[in-house]
C-alpha cells in the first residue's frame, strides 16, 4: 500500500519539476501532474533502455523521470494540449 503512496508523492514532485522545466502556463491540475511525473519515469526507463539495454518496461531515477516527463510536456505542448 505504501508504494502506491510512494508512486504519487514522486510522481508528483517529477511532474511539478517538469512543468517548472517548460516555459509557460500548463492547464494541468493535480492528477494529470502526478499523471505526467509517473508516465515521464517509463519513458525515461524506455529511454535508459535505448542506451544501457536491461528491460523495456522499467522505471526510471530522479534524472530520468524528469528528462521523460519533459519530453512528455514538450509533445502535449506542440500539439496544443495543457498549455495556454
Known sequence: MFWILGWIVF????????????????AMGCMRTI????????????????LQGGSLIQSSGWIGS???AVILLALSA???????
Open 11 to 26: 510522481g508528483f514532485l517529477v511532474g511539478l519539476i517538469a512543468r517548472a522545466l517548460i516555459p509557460g502556463e500548463q
Open 35 to 50: 499523471l505526467l511525473g509517473i508516465a515521464g519515469s517509463f519513458v525515461g526507463g524506455a529511454i535508459g533502455y535505448l
Open 66 to 68: 524528469v528528462v521523460g
Open 78 to 84: 506542440r500539439r496544443g494540449k495543457f498549455i495556454d
